[in-house]
């Protein structure tokens, strides 16, 4: 089974058929970092003392997703100021509760299948509960971006669905009619999964820009895809210039710590 770091809340599947592997019997799903020093005065989650720490993500792939899409979003706008935000995927709610508190100007439509995955997120791992700023869909993700009779336009989308379901690979072309002329997709997957890599041939075919990097174990990769025209760079910004464009501090350093291979 997994090992368990302190001061840190897990988020655990318990059923052979919720991993993507036979015979997996506890799988980390999400993980999220306590704050130092706090207590929690909720007895929601049990007995536990953690009070979710949203800007110190514990998981490496969220680091990497959340820097990726900051720096794809700096080529694309040459600024790192985004107003809206789709999150396909909560879990523990690492996404869109980072970016809510690192923008205080954004709006995120965050999306999950399952509505107890929401209960859960809010209740033990930090996502706001009462925020204007945040809404949240009970509904397949892949439907919630196809349409549906929305038509709401975001600078980002963001897609944690591991692993990729086979009918998400027409993510690439929904995700890219509901982006902004300039928006970004960020997309974590696992490096063996054959419809997450089919899903980055389609994003070669369909973005102006794909980026891949992959993390230190070499099994979640994020695909990052630019929507934006003619004339984008071909290189990833590094750390000061991302400082520069606005980007927060903690984005900044986790964009630069990795290595994304242009794809196009």
Not at 73 to 98: D, N, Q, T
Request: proline share 5%.
């Amino acid at each position: 089974g997994p090992s368990y770091a302190p001061n840190v809340r897990y988020l655990l599947f318990d059923a052979d058929d919720t991993s993507g592997f036979t015979g997996v019997k506890c799988t980390v799903q999400s993980a999220m970092s306590c704050k130092r020093g706090s207590v929690a005065t909720t007895k929601k989650c049990g007995d536990s003392r953690c009070v979710p720490d949203v800007r110190n993500p514990f998981l490496e792939y969220v680091r990497m997703q959340l820097g990726g899409a900051i720096g794809a979003l700096a080529v694309s706008k040459g600024h790192v100021r985004p107003s809206s935000a789709a999150v396909v995927g909560i879990g523990a709610g690492s996404l869109p509760s980072w970016l809510l508190a690192a923008f205080p100007g954004v709006t995120v439509d965050a999306v999950d299948i399952d509505a107890s995955v929401v209960t859960i997120a809010t209740d033990c791992f930090g996502l706001p509960e009462r925020e204007s700023r945040l809404k949240t869909h009970i509904e397949d993700g892949m439907h919630f971006m196809q349409g549906n009779g929305r038509f709401e336009e975001y600078d980002m989308v963001m897609l944690d669905v591991v692993p990729l379901p086979k009918p998400f690979r027409a993510m690439i072309s929904a995700a890219h009619d509901r982006l902004a002329v300039d928006g970004i997709l960020a997309v974590n997957g696992w490096k063996p999964d054959k419809e997450f890599q089919g899903l980055q041939k389609d994003a070669m075919t369909v973005f102006s820009r794909v980026w891949l990097a992959e993390d230190d174990q070499g099994g979640n990769q994020i695909l990052l895809a630019v929507k934006g025209g003619a004339g984008l760079r071909e290189t990833m910004p590094n750390m000061n210039e991302l400082e520069a464009m606005g980007a927060p501090k903690d984005a900044a350093t986790w964009s630069s710590q990795y290595t994304w291979k242009k794809l196009v």
